[in-house]
Protein backbone atom coordinates (compact mmCIF):
# COMPACT_ATOMS: atom_id res chain seq x y z
CA UNK A 1 0.00 0.00 0.00
CA UNK A 2 1.34 3.35 -0.87
CA UNK A 3 2.72 5.40 2.32
CA UNK A 4 1.10 8.82 3.27
CA UNK A 5 2.08 11.70 4.97
CA UNK A 6 0.61 14.12 6.93
CA UNK A 7 1.85 17.83 8.19
CA UNK A 8 2.28 17.16 11.91
CA UNK A 9 0.34 20.07 12.82
CA UNK A 10 -2.71 17.66 11.19
CA UNK A 11 -1.75 14.63 13.18
CA UNK A 12 -4.47 14.49 15.85
CA UNK A 13 -7.06 14.14 12.94
CA UNK A 14 -4.96 11.07 12.12
CA UNK A 15 -4.81 9.05 15.38
CA UNK A 16 -1.41 11.34 15.93
CA UNK A 17 0.11 9.78 12.88
CA UNK A 18 2.11 11.33 10.36
CA UNK A 19 2.86 8.73 8.34
CA UNK A 20 0.34 5.96 7.65
CA UNK A 21 -0.31 3.23 4.54
CA UNK A 22 -3.66 3.41 2.68
CA UNK A 23 -5.07 1.61 -0.03
CA UNK A 24 -6.18 2.76 -3.21
CA UNK A 25 -5.01 3.25 -6.88
CA UNK A 26 -5.47 6.32 -7.66
CA UNK A 27 -4.59 9.88 -5.31
CA UNK A 28 -8.66 10.52 -5.51
CA UNK A 29 -8.99 6.93 -4.03
CA UNK A 30 -6.55 7.93 -1.37
CA UNK A 31 -8.28 10.44 -0.60
CA UNK A 32 -11.78 9.11 0.17
CA UNK A 33 -10.12 5.79 2.20
CA UNK A 34 -8.18 8.87 4.10
CA UNK A 35 -11.53 10.38 4.76
CA UNK A 36 -13.16 7.58 5.68
CA UNK A 37 -10.78 6.23 8.11
CA UNK A 38 -10.54 9.62 9.75
CA UNK A 39 -13.86 11.31 8.82
CA UNK A 40 -12.79 14.16 11.33
CA UNK A 41 -10.09 15.22 9.28
CA UNK A 42 -12.82 16.15 6.03
CA UNK A 43 -14.05 19.07 6.76
CA UNK A 44 -10.06 20.59 6.76
CA UNK A 45 -9.07 18.91 3.88
CA UNK A 46 -12.17 18.69 1.15
CA UNK A 47 -14.65 22.29 0.79
CA UNK A 48 -18.03 21.45 0.98
CA UNK A 49 -18.03 20.27 -2.52
CA UNK A 50 -15.81 17.88 -1.83
CA UNK A 51 -12.83 19.21 -3.53
CA UNK A 52 -9.78 19.36 -2.12
CA UNK A 53 -8.70 22.59 -0.12
CA UNK A 54 -6.82 25.15 -2.12
CA UNK A 55 -4.13 25.06 0.64
CA UNK A 56 -3.23 21.76 0.13
CA UNK A 57 -0.55 20.72 -1.86
CA UNK A 58 0.07 16.81 -3.07
CA UNK A 59 2.65 15.14 -4.00
CA UNK A 60 3.06 11.66 -5.40
CA UNK A 61 7.20 10.97 -5.30
CA UNK A 62 8.02 14.22 -4.33
CA UNK A 63 6.54 15.17 -7.68
CA UNK A 64 2.73 17.59 -7.42
CA UNK A 65 -0.45 16.10 -8.52
CA UNK A 66 -1.11 18.70 -11.05
CA UNK A 67 2.52 18.16 -12.74
CA UNK A 68 0.99 14.44 -13.15
CA UNK A 69 -2.63 13.97 -13.78
CA UNK A 70 -4.00 15.76 -11.08
CA UNK A 71 -6.62 13.90 -8.55
CA UNK A 72 -6.49 10.38 -10.64
CA UNK A 73 -2.85 10.41 -10.45
CA UNK A 74 -2.30 6.72 -10.85
CA UNK A 75 -0.21 5.51 -7.57
CA UNK A 76 1.53 2.24 -6.96
CA UNK A 77 2.28 -0.36 -3.47
CA UNK A 78 5.64 1.89 -3.00
CA UNK A 79 4.79 5.61 -3.96
CA UNK A 80 5.07 8.09 -1.25
CA UNK A 81 2.04 10.53 -1.01
CA UNK A 82 2.54 13.67 0.64
CA UNK A 83 -0.40 16.13 1.65
CA UNK A 84 1.00 19.08 2.25
CA UNK A 85 -0.44 22.48 3.96
CA UNK A 86 0.45 26.13 2.28
CA UNK A 87 1.72 28.58 4.67
CA UNK A 88 1.36 32.01 4.16
CA UNK A 89 2.53 35.01 5.89
CA UNK A 90 2.22 38.35 6.28
Known sequence: MPI???PALMKYYVDNQTE???SGSTVNEL???ILTRY???KPHLVNPKGELRRHFNI???SV???DLNGMETIVSENDKIIFMA???GG
Open 4 to 6: VRF
Open 31 to 33: MIN
Open 20 to 22: FLV
Open 64 to 66: HVR
Open 86 to 88: SAA
Open 59 to 61: FVN
Open 39 to 41: PAL
